[in-house]
């Protein structure tokens, strides 16, 4: 060490300091909630203010929901039971969830066949939903519609196979045409299968669902969510297809094709769904003859479809504006006719951009399915308003059951939105 | 081409309703089954129970029906129907008749071309309100909000009432019972109107029953009763005697337990003989089994019966007889005599 500096510096630190925290002011949770919660005193009254009100909603809620009576047999004793402190009655979920999931005229002991489509089902999506796993998993997804209804209506197997042999049918056909004449191949494939299930509807016997494997159940014994859930998906399944026809066909050089479509998408989304929910279910029974009407369900999926596909194309339509005309030139240049073109190049895309789009109207029309409960059909709304409140034992029970139905709406439809998001950041494929 | 497909399937329609409206009684034989339209749920008068079985007051009219025609009090296909279908639905075809809490009226039974086929509830409109709205009569209700069912006989009548009495009010439209307690309960209206036998139970499941009263004015009549189509009158005949069977039983002492006796061996009351068919022929000129009486009444019990297991004082719903009673006991129910 040397002198050199003693005298002009006053103090020379030899050791470092050791490593000290940072001040709690400067780290750490209390920081956090200084900038976050408390930066200016005007957030920090907001912050004030929203722990309060937080707070106040929470007192009522918890003890509410913390005190439910879950064993009792009816309202009363579940007044009796709470001595009048608060409380929610959430018995009349134990003595009814079956009821709420399947509707109150599905017979019990086959409560295991929706159950069972139900799991099948994630198996057969997960193919269609999540494009990485193995593409032989689709063969599944096109046998479940056919596995499902079996399952669910149960009755003689013939009907679903004989609808699944019409597909095939027209399937093939369709590939054996098509390399000539993509109309021919489209046209000779739907008549092919029309003849397989007239056929069909011929040859299975009258009392064949009778002695069938699987107890036949009619439709109007479903109910519940159970109902919902088959409404939602069918209909969001059936009218995406039919929703890019129309989208399609709207666009078409055609001009019977382009007014047919544009009819059909102006009308549909010019009346309320709730009218032709009515329609199918008032209005129809005057057309068909007594008893041999069809069946309630399949008048309601119709209607429902028809409302969702023209939504649907209205979407698609946007994405199909979105793209650059280049795309449709770059088609055209490779020489490619018009179904290459769009199964190749502009669908891939417009769909793309319709993601957001149609998941909206997916969810809302999973929502809408709530509406049939108006038509005198029991979905989960319905049996809560109809048998639920009108029974003497748990007439008067609102929040637990209006509860209940949202908790469940809001699992599937926050699913649905969730995978959508996945989904878009999946096909994210620009550099924007 | 649109056009004639559609006259197409109306006289389609109009040519196999027809058909249908002929010969219901053999339909329903046929079929094994009555196709009974009931509401979606009525506290005691209609609803599933846990097991999804149909209980109350008008289901037993339903199952009394089955059981004369078929033998069989469960041989019953429900059809739920709300305030708004229940009219289509019968006049369509798809249910045979109709026990859903319907009120008899001119329009409903000559210009909608109904058949009642009698009554079996006198029941008429009331107005419940809270116990601190210091009310004691309806015709203090001036300037009132009133919670009212949409698509019934009752919305009518309130506008009537109100008119007659010169008072204002201002309605709020609900679409079912459970609806209208909520907002009832929830302050969205001073008063509740509906049938009177709907308030008593309504009251009934709320937490504190003694803070609402329902106020002393009957403001209409409302005879409710099962109802067919019009022009079958011999399926018309059949719903209107069993109902009639079961009075005449309350009022005879026939009762669900004593019922097979009774019917083993010709007794020394005529009329009770006539009725269960140990003697004439009563059941033959309906085209059903002499037993027909006894099926019915076997099914739930007489109307004294299904009243006091469904609604009476000691259920929850609690409703005297009232007007229900026989006439012999001062009220208005008079079966026609069975001869």
Known sequence: MSDTHSESVAYVRESFIEEQPAPITAA????????????????????IVALYIIYQLLAGFLPWFLGGVWTTGSLAECREVLQGEVGACFSVLTDRWHQLLFGFTYPSEFYWRPTLAFVLLFVALAPVL???????????????????????????????????????VGYLVYEKFVKSSFAAGFFGGIVAAIVIWTVGGWLIPENASENAMLTAVPSRDLGGFMLNMMLGITCVSLSLP??????????SHLPLVKWICVVFIEFVRGVPLITLLFVANVMLAYFFPPGSGVDLFLRVVIMITMFASAYIAEVIRGGLAALPKGQYEAGDSLG??????????????????????IVNVAVGLFKDTTLVSIISMFDLVGMIRGPILASTDWNGVYWELFLFASALFFVVCYGISQYSQWLERRLETDHR | MKKTIFLGALTVAGLTAGAAAAATLDDVKARGKLNCGVTTGLVGFAAPDSNGEWKGFDVAVCRAVAAAVLGDPTAVEFVPTTGKTRFTALAS??????????????TRDVDLKFEFTGINYYDGQGFMVPKDLGVSSAKELDGATVCIQTGTTTELNLADFFRKNNISYE???IETNAEGQQQYLAGACDTYTTDSSGLAATRAAFENPGDHVILPEIVSKEPLGPLVRHGDNEWGDVVRWTLN????????????ANVEELASAAGDKPEVNRLLGTEGNLGEQLGLPADWAVKAIAANGNYGEIFEKNIGESTPIGLARGLNAQWTDGGLLYSPPFR
């Open chain 1, 28 to 47: 750490g949770p209390f920081k956090w909630v200084k900038d976050n919660l408390f930066p200016t005193w005007l957030n920090g009254l907001l912050t």
């Open chain 1, 336 to 357: 490619l006719d018009y179904p290459q073109a769009m199964r190749l190049i502009i669908l891939p895309q417009a769909l793309k951009i319709s993601i957001p789009g």
């Open chain 1, 242 to 251: 039919l929703g890019i026809a129309l989208a399609l066909g709207r666009q």
């Open chain 2, 171 to 173: 309605p709020v439209p």
């Open chain 2, 93 to 106: 075809g798809e249910v045979d008749m109709l026990a859903r809490n319907t009120t008899w009226t001119f």
């Open chain 1, 130 to 168: 999540f494009f990485d796993l193995p593409r032989k998993m689709l063969i599944f997804t096109g046998l479940y519609p056919f596995i499902a209804f079996w399952l669910i209506w149960g009755g003689t197997i013939f009907a679903p196979l004989s609808a699944l042999l019409g597909f095939v």
């Open chain 2, 245 to 256: 069977s079961l009075v005449a039983a309350e009022e005879l002492g026939v009762t669900s």
